[in-house]
């Protein structure tokens, strides 16, 4: 079973609306973390946003923000007001504890997201 | 914000060739990674390295990948003889703690060219 699954290949957004890229995990650890990885065409990797597994509150940074459902193991994320800069390829990923000492991330198969004017 | 570096930005060797990429990781981190991203694929985790030591490596780290810090600043990633599949970008990364909560920093990459 994939640990990080990422439905969404593409999507398009309309420049200034919001949108959701999906996120579901599997993981029979209780403590781990979820983040999210931009990469622009140039192919840097660039941090987002996290959420840990513990955390009550959903995470934001900006105008990312990360509609977590525990339960439901999805950690989708939410841009709103898209800008053009925003096309990119996105990528979850999560960090276990039960892996060793220095946790790697596993990464989905990610999304493109294009923005239109 | 501090940042991990990567040299060199690109390199283009023929198959059967050493190579060694070079990281500077953010100098108060202890735990350091290598990752590998087929073009056009998912970013795949390649080796841990903490304490001087492989932490976890997968599947794909085998006996023609090592990793080294020569000297306290420096990760290297070796491949001792190149194949054409180890065409790739290939990405260090640092934490300070090594925690599910601490945030990995990524390099810029290299992008490999095995011809």
């Known amino acids: 079973a994939q640990k990080i699954t990422q439905t969404q290949p593409g999507m398009f957004v309309q420049e200034k609306e919001a949108v959701t890229l999906d996120c579901t995990y599997d993981t029979s650890d209780p403590s781990y973390g979820l983040f999210w990885y931009k990469q622009p065409s140039s192919g840097e990797m660039i941090f987002l946003i996290y959420q840990g597994s513990y955390d009550q509150q959903n995470a934001t940074e900006g105008r990312y923000s990360l509609n977590f459902q525990k339960a439901r193991k999805s950690a989708n994320l939410v841009i709103s007001a898209s800008q053009l800069g925003d096309s990119a390829m996105y990528f979850c990923?999560?960090?276990?504890?039960?892996?060793?000492?220095?946790?790697?991330?596993?990464f989905g198969t990610g999304t493109r997201l294009q923005v239109t004017l | 914000e501090p940042e991990v570096t990567q040299t060199p930005s690109h390199q283009v060797t023929q198959m059967g060739q050493e190579v060694i990429l070079r990281c500077v990781p953010i100098s108060n981190h202890l735990y350091f990674y290598w990752y590998r991203q087929i073009l056009g694929q998912k970013v795949e985790f390649l080796v841990s390295f903490y304490n001087n030591e492989i932490s976890e490596k997968s599947e794909i780290f085998d006996d023609q990948f090592s990793v080294e810090r020569p000297d306290g600043s420096n990760f290297t990633l070796k491949i001792r003889s190149t194949k054409l599949e180890d065409s790739a970008m290939y990405f260090c990364?640092?934490?300070?703690?090594?925690?599910?909560?601490?945030?990995?920093?990524f390099g810029p990459g290299t992008r490999l060219t095995v011809l």
């Open positions: 990923a999560m960090r276990e504890t039960n892996t060793g000492t220095a946790s790697k991330l596993t």
């Open positions: 990364a640092s934490t300070q703690d090594g925690s599910d909560r601490d945030r990995q920093f």
